[in-house]
């Protein structure tokens, strides 16, 4: 499968953005899908999760409360609608996929990858 990440951009502290991941392939609907961002300097880290339904999703702590992870089949996409967006949220977004029922939050559990598309938050 193919991933392609859009809606980065700049945008102000307490702004919201919303990302996209398009997916390439007919077998969308049997992916757990997962989005991470790297900062300058730091590792990848794990952002949100959602299964292959939709029906569960996870969130890092840093996030939770702000960002929402959701999915349509249908359109082969996920999306990750960001709020509250502060400085320490600017990095590069990537989305990750892997054929899996589970809900996976790890690096190395996914198999395929964005591109990434850089979100910037000026304070």
């Known amino acids: 499968v193919q991933l392609q990440a859009s809606g980065g951009g700049l945008v102000q502290s307490g702004g919201s953005l919303r990302l996209s991941c398009a997916a390439s392939?007919?077998?969308?609907?049997?992916?757990?899908l997962g989005w991470f961002r790297q900062a300058p300097g730091k590792e990848r880290e794990f952002v949100s999760a959602i299964n292959w339904s939709g029906g569960v999703t996870y969130y890092a702590g840093s996030v939770k409360g702000r960002f929402t992870i959701s999915r349509d089949n249908a359109k082969n996409t996920v999306y990750l609608q960001m709020s509250s967006l502060k400085p320490e949220d600017t990095a590069v977004y990537y989305c990750?996929?892997?054929?899996?029922?589970?809900?996976?939050?790890?690096?190395?559990?996914?198999?395929?990858w964005g591109q990434g598309t850089l979100v910037t938050v000026s304070s």
């Open positions: 392939g007919r077998t969308f609907g049997s992916y757990a």
């Open positions: 990750a996929a892997v054929m899996s029922r589970a809900l996976i939050t790890t690096t190395n559990g996914y198999d395929y």
